[in-house]
């Protein structure tokens, strides 16, 4: 289970099953999915319901204490505007990904950035993970800029994740010189 992370516009939680609407504003609308998962948006109300719950669920108990998935909720309006991950990228699950979903409304508001800057920052800081990375398919231009303005280095083009779907590694790391972390 992930904690409650604040920025100065978002708040960072749990998803809940009570926010299907939002969910389903975002993840059935094709613009936002062409370069999700199979890039098909969800058909139905009921199948995202369906989908939040087994999320929910595996987040909460099969992924390792700290890590897994936000709702990123506008602290103003309470309103749910996107998704926020760090989590272990299959197909090895070795390596911890952060990556964003944002409804089209959230577009150009700058909250990829808010959100992924304090991601990292709780990534890096409270779990001490030594590397974090982002996979962008190659045509997602806005991710790719979200990736760049985190401070994330752009290791070209894999087919390492997700079923060799080629995607641009970004990766930021932390190292150590004379006992002072970065």
């Known amino acids: 289970m992930c904690p409650t992370i604040h920025t100065e516009r978002l708040q960072l939680r749990e998803w809940r099953i009570e926010d299907v609407g939002a969910a389903y504003e975002m993840y059935g609308d094709p613009e936002v999915m062409r370069f999700l998962g199979s890039g098909l948006p969800t058909p139905t109300l009921e ?26 909720v506008e602290r103003d309006t309470d309103a749910v505007v996107g998704t926020m991950l760090l989590k272990p990228i ?19 508001k700058g909250y990829a950035t808010e959100a992924g800057k304090a991601v990292l920052r709780y990534g890096l800081e409270e779990l001490k993970l030594e590397k974090i990375i982002a996979v962008v398919h190659p045509e997602n231009v806005r991710s790719a800029t979200v990736a760049r303005r985190l401070g ?15 995607v641009d590694l970004f ?9 002072v972390t970065y």
């Open 47 to 72: 199948e995202q319901r369906n989908w939040l719950a087994q999320r929910i669920e595996y987040y909460r108990t099969q992924v390792p204490a700290g890590l897994g998935i936000w709702a990123i």
């Open 152 to 166: 994330m280095t752009s290791r070209g083009r894999t087919n390492r994740y997700y079923e060799g779907e080629e």
């Open 90 to 108: 299959p197909p090895a699950f070795d390596e911890i990904e952060i990556g964003w979903h944002l409804a089209r409304k959230a577009w150009g």
């Open 171 to 179: 990766t930021l790391e932390q190292f150590s010189k004379n006992g």
